[in-house]
């Protein structure tokens, strides 16, 4: 039983990081119908400007304090991705607008290309790593109720306590300031959003540069873990089957359909795996969204999918 | 002046109906084909077979197979590389496992394989649309990848993960130079292609038109969407088994499964698109792009005699390749093809455009 619930929180908690990603997927195809493939490009962009500015600016500017570091690299990092937003946006999108998911899709992976080499140019393309004070020390819980506890990784917890933060602040700024309202306003309808006067070019530089702050946190807490590294950009293909579980259109969906992913990815590669020879998380994930979208083929959360003649 | 149909008039049904009907397009096409299959192995380098003409060829059959299900049945595929390694696989077991097989009989009996699990993966259309069944595909992709890489019965237990054939031959003719390989490319490549023009321009074509075009009207007025839907995954799936035979025996002639990556499917998804949806030549004009691209782009810095290290260059062509894949989507998001076409038309007119 103690087992069963290391791996339980041990899914949870990679859920809730597969989350993190998904959520930068659901806001750009909300605001915008992009279905934004360069998410784990953005991810890796994002990471190594906080991993590189990080080490550059105590050299550049003689300091030695590692919170000022981190805390200038991001900033900096922030600001790079605001800007590749405003690029993104004016170069590909508004000349894109009107044409097919598919056509949208395929710039998007032209876009991911483009940025994967873009940032290893510009950084490097060795291993980096972010310091930004994660603990990496193991953590027993519920000790009481069994024999020896509940091992969990405390740099888990803690990042999913900031991933459940990140999720709080965006439900708050999508739902309580004025430029959340024009971003819910443009995803309901475009139209009539762009008839009552919201700019819709400026609302797609700012979802972007929102998905980027997601790709910026979700950059910091992979690399923290794993290193900054080119394979850092596959977790958005870790995402992808999180995204289309919980619904293409859905916040809370995303959060949800990661823990779902997390939890069945971690109890299968436990329970199942053993039998059918190991490493079958990655298509265990996109089985069991495929399970899911047979049952509801707009994802838990989407929104139903009206056709009409 | 030079093109155009004045004066050719159609007298019979057959002659209505044919794949060319302006003579000129007649002519072009011939002396296409003249120069593949007599000019190309008389004048052409190893290297040029070997680096270009091959993958091109193999390329092309398979985007022509992606076309049938994403260009003309809208059902958007992300796990292509998945039913090429099924076809290469397939056949390879067959190879192996049945003594004195045939090239030719493998390399169909791989196609048929990739038929069957290019169906099962492709029920789920049914009922997913769009994005979502993009994505799902991709539960193809990875399966597959992991089904080739840790069930050893597929690879024939090899200790390495890696496969290799040797001793090609097609009726007792060896396959084994640059030219003959292209040579036996080119025939196989040349007869999916009018059996997939043909089929595009028949009934059941016409169906996966409907259904693309809008799936609910169409059924309304009478198309079965299984059956459209299935057949376009059943025949797409089956030219894509047949190319990835050809890609794993032919050009590669040891693999892994590797191979057949998530890459794979994108670079064969970018050929398509660039190329021009819902085209036969469109495939071709787009494994043209594809396949010249990074070879033209890693020698560039060569040629230009500016010294880098060899990855910048590696970061620099993934740069510039993203760069021109936007570029060419801004510029004409109908695909090359699109382009050709409106060339004709114009050159119908010329040089008296009014």
Redesign the interface.
């Given at each position: 039983m103690g087992f069963f619930l290391e791996t339980l929180f041990g899914g949870l908690m990679a859920g809730m990081l597969y989350s993190l990603v998904a959520l930068g997927f659901v806001l750009i195809y909300k605001a915008s119908g992009v279905?934004n493939f360069a998410q784990g490009a953005m991810v890796l962009f994002a990471a190594l400007a906080m991993a590189r500015f990080a080490e550059w600016f105590p050299k550049w500017f003689g300091f030695e304090s590692l919170l000022l570091a981190n805390l200038l690299a991001f900033i900096a990092a922030m600001a790079m991705m605001v800007v590749l937003a405003w690029a993104i946006e004016r170069?590909?999108l508004s000349?894109?607008v009107n044409?097919?998911?598919?056509?949208l899709?395929?710039?998007t992976?032209?876009?991911?290309?483009?940025?994967?080499?873009?940032g290893?140019?510009l950084f490097g393309?060795d291993i980096y790593s972010i310091n930004v004070g994660m603990p990496k020390d193991p953590a027993f819980i519920l000790e009481g109720m069994f024999e020896g506890g509940v091992m969990v990784s405390k740099e888990d917890l803690v990042a999913a306590v900031i991933a459940a933060l990140l999720v709080i602040v965006l439900a708050l700024f999508f739902q309580k300031t004025k430029t959340g309202r024009a971003l819910r306003a443009v995803a309901d309808d475009h139209q009539a959003a762009q008839s009552i006067g919201i700019p819709l070019n400026t609302i797609w530089v700012i979802v972007w540069s929102v998905a980027g702050f997601a790709a910026l946190i979700a950059g910091i807490i992979w690399g923290s873990k794993l290193g900054v590294q080119f394979t850092l950009s596959l977790v958005a293909?870790k995402a992808?089957?999180v995204?289309?579980l919980g619904g293409?259109t859905s916040v809370p969906g995303a959060i949800i359909g990661g823990l779902i992913i997390g939890v069945g990815e971690k109890l299968s590669e436990i329970y199942i795996g053993p039998m059918?020879?190991?490493?079958?998380e990655?298509?265990f994930a996109?089985?069991l969204?495929?399970g899911f979208?047979?049952v509801r083929?707009?994802?838990l959360f989407g929104e139903k999918?009206i056709?009409?003649? | 002046m030079l093109y155009r149909e004045n004066g050719q008039f159609k007298t019979s049904y057959a002659a209505d109906q044919q794949i060319f009907p302006i003579l000129q397009d007649r002519w072009a096409i011939g002396l296409l084909l003249l120069v593949a299959f007599v000019a190309m192995p008389l004048l052409g380098s190893e290297y040029f077979f070997r680096a270009i003409l091959i993958p091109f060829l193999i390329l092309a059959l398979a985007a022509l197979g992606l076309n049938i299900l994403v260009g003309y049945c809208g059902q958007i595929s992300l796990g292509t590389g998945a039913f090429m390694a099924v076809g290469a696989y397939a056949a390879y077991n067959f190879m192996v496992r049945i003594d004195g097989m045939p090239l030719i009989v493998a390399m169909l009996l791989g196609g048929l394989a990739a038929t069957v699990i290019g169906v099962l993966f492709g029920i789920p259309s049914l009922r997913i649309k769009g994005l979502y069944l993009a994505v799902a595909t991709l539960a193809a992709q990875f399966f597959t990848d992991w089904a080739f890489l840790r069930i050893g019965w597929f690879t024939n237990h090899s200790t390495s993960g890696s496969v290799s054939v040797a001793n090609l031959n097609v009726f007792g003719i060896p396959i084994e130079s640059p030219v003959s390989k292209y040579l036996f490319c080119l025939v196989v490549v040349c007869v999916f292609a009018l059996m997939a023009k043909n089929l595009t321009r028949s009934a059941i074509g016409r169906q996966w038109m409907a259904i693309r075009d809008m799936d609910v009207a169409a059924a309304v007025i009478g198309i079965r969407p299984v059956y459209a839907k299935l057949t376009a995954f059943a025949v797409s799936s089956f030219i894509v088994g047949v190319a990835g035979v050809l890609w794993a025996f032919v050009y590669l002639g040891a693999w892994e499964p590797a191979a057949f990556s998530i890459d794979r499917s994108f670079q064969l998804l970018f050929m398509v698109i660039i190329g021009g949806l819902g085209s036969i030549s469109g495939a071709f004009l787009g494994a043209a792009f594809m396949v010249l691209l990074p070879v033209v782009l890693d020698q560039l810095p060569h040629w230009l005699g500016i010294p880098i290290s060899t990855a910048t260059v590696s970061h620099l062509v993934h740069m510039i390749f993203g760069a021109l894949i936007v570029f060419f989507l801004i510029v004409e998001p109908h695909g090359l093809a699109k382009l050709w076409s409106v060339g004709k038309q114009k050159m119908r007119l010329w040089p008296f455009p009014h």
């Amino acid at each position: 039983m103690g087992f069963f619930l290391e791996t339980l929180f041990g899914g949870l908690m990679a859920g809730m990081l597969y989350s993190l990603v998904a959520l930068g997927f659901v806001l750009i195809y909300k605001a915008s119908g992009v279905f934004n493939f360069a998410q784990g490009a953005m991810v890796l962009f994002a990471a190594l400007a906080m991993a590189r500015f990080a080490e550059w600016f105590p050299k550049w500017f003689g300091f030695e304090s590692l919170l000022l570091a981190n805390l200038l690299a991001f900033i900096a990092a922030m600001a790079m991705m605001v800007v590749l937003a405003w690029a993104i946006e004016r170069l590909c999108l508004s000349k894109l607008v009107n044409q097919e998911g598919i056509t949208l899709l395929m710039a998007t992976l032209g876009i991911a290309y483009f940025l994967d080499g873009f940032g290893q140019t510009l950084f490097g393309s060795d291993i980096y790593s972010i310091n930004v004070g994660m603990p990496k020390d193991p953590a027993f819980i519920l000790e009481g109720m069994f024999e020896g506890g509940v091992m969990v990784s405390k740099e888990d917890l803690v990042a999913a306590v900031i991933a459940a933060l990140l999720v709080i602040v965006l439900a708050l700024f999508f739902q309580k300031t004025k430029t959340g309202r024009a971003l819910r306003a443009v995803a309901d309808d475009h139209q009539a959003a762009q008839s009552i006067g919201i700019p819709l070019n400026t609302i797609w530089v700012i979802v972007w540069s929102v998905a980027g702050f997601a790709a910026l946190i979700a950059g910091i807490i992979w690399g923290s873990k794993l290193g900054v590294q080119f394979t850092l950009s596959l977790v958005a293909l870790k995402a992808l089957p999180v995204v289309i579980l919980g619904g293409l259109t859905s916040v809370p969906g995303a959060i949800i359909g990661g823990l779902i992913i997390g939890v069945g990815e971690k109890l299968s590669e436990i329970y199942i795996g053993p039998m059918l020879g190991g490493g079958i998380e990655i298509w265990f994930a996109y089985v069991l969204a495929l399970g899911f979208l047979l049952v509801r083929p707009q994802g838990l959360f989407g929104e139903k999918i009206i056709d009409r003649v | 002046m030079l093109y155009r149909e004045n004066g050719q008039f159609k007298t019979s049904y057959a002659a209505d109906q044919q794949i060319f009907p302006i003579l000129q397009d007649r002519w072009a096409i011939g002396l296409l084909l003249l120069v593949a299959f007599v000019a190309m192995p008389l004048l052409g380098s190893e290297y040029f077979f070997r680096a270009i003409l091959i993958p091109f060829l193999i390329l092309a059959l398979a985007a022509l197979g992606l076309n049938i299900l994403v260009g003309y049945c809208g059902q958007i595929s992300l796990g292509t590389g998945a039913f090429m390694a099924v076809g290469a696989y397939a056949a390879y077991n067959f190879m192996v496992r049945i003594d004195g097989m045939p090239l030719i009989v493998a390399m169909l009996l791989g196609g048929l394989a990739a038929t069957v699990i290019g169906v099962l993966f492709g029920i789920p259309s049914l009922r997913i649309k769009g994005l979502y069944l993009a994505v799902a595909t991709l539960a193809a992709q990875f399966f597959t990848d992991w089904a080739f890489l840790r069930i050893g019965w597929f690879t024939n237990h090899s200790t390495s993960g890696s496969v290799s054939v040797a001793n090609l031959n097609v009726f007792g003719i060896p396959i084994e130079s640059p030219v003959s390989k292209y040579l036996f490319c080119l025939v196989v490549v040349c007869v999916f292609a009018l059996m997939a023009k043909n089929l595009t321009r028949s009934a059941i074509g016409r169906q996966w038109m409907a259904i693309r075009d809008m799936d609910v009207a169409a059924a309304v007025i009478g198309i079965r969407p299984v059956y459209a839907k299935l057949t376009a995954f059943a025949v797409s799936s089956f030219i894509v088994g047949v190319a990835g035979v050809l890609w794993a025996f032919v050009y590669l002639g040891a693999w892994e499964p590797a191979a057949f990556s998530i890459d794979r499917s994108f670079q064969l998804l970018f050929m398509v698109i660039i190329g021009g949806l819902g085209s036969i030549s469109g495939a071709f004009l787009g494994a043209a792009f594809m396949v010249l691209l990074p070879v033209v782009l890693d020698q560039l810095p060569h040629w230009l005699g500016i010294p880098i290290s060899t990855a910048t260059v590696s970061h620099l062509v993934h740069m510039i390749f993203g760069a021109l894949i936007v570029f060419f989507l801004i510029v004409e998001p109908h695909g090359l093809a699109k382009l050709w076409s409106v060339g004709k038309q114009k050159m119908r007119l010329w040089p008296f455009p009014h």
